[in-house]
C-alpha cells in the first residue's frame, strides 16, 4: 500500500541518488547544499578564469602606467562578477521551483 511515509522515503533515496558529491572549486561563488551539474561547475570556472584575466591585465596595465586602461579593465570585471553572481541567483532559483513542482511520487 502507498502511503505518504513510503513515498517521502522514495524521494529522499532519489535525492540521494542523484546528488554529486563532489564541490565547485569555485573562489568567487559561495557553496550552498544545492546539487549543482557539471555544466554549472564549468561554466563558472570558466566565468572565474576570465575574471581573473581581467584582474592581471588589470595589474600589468598599472606597471606601465596605463591607469586609464587598469580602471576599464577593473569596471569590466567588477561588471563581470556582477553578471556571475546574477546568474548563479538566476539558476538556483530555477532549481528551486523545478524542485517544488516535483510530485512526490518521485
Known sequence: MITRSNLADQLREY?????????SVSFFASTSNLTTSRVDVVAFVIWE??????????????????????FILVCITLLLLLCMKITKQVSVAGKKKR????????
Open 49 to 70: 578564469l576570465v575574471i581573473l584575466a581581467f584582474l592581471v591585465f588589470s595589474a600589468v596595465s598599472l606597471y606601465f602606467r596605463h591607469m586609464q586602461l587598469a
Open 15 to 23: 535525492q540521494l541518488r542523484s546528488k554529486h558529491d563532489w564541490a
Open 99 to 106: 524542485r517544488m513542482l516535483l510530485p512526490l511520487s518521485m
